[in-house]
């Protein structure tokens, strides 16, 4: 997420390199945490790896994938 795409005069970022395997990894608050397993979730899908951090940091995330890849459960 530290790469700020400003060549052409957009300000986005990308968080291809902040990719998180597990829910513990993303230093979420622990009711969250709590919610989150409650629910049956045990890893993240890949959108959910990359979604929910920036997500949760208040920044605008545009995310596209296939069906019943957990893109509603990110946010």
Do not use: W
């Amino acid at each position: 997420m530290n790469e700020l795409l400003a060549s052409d005069g957009q300000e986005f970022f990308t968080s291809y390199d902040e990719v998180h395997d597990s829910f513990d990894a993303m230093g979420l608050k622990e009711n969250l945490l709590r919610g989150i397993y409650t629910y049956g979730f045990e890893r993240p899908s890949a959108i959910q790896q990359r979604g929910i951090v920036p997500f949760c940091k208040g920044l605008d995330v545009i995310q596209q994938a296939q069906s019943g890849t957990g893109k509603i459960a990110t946010f």
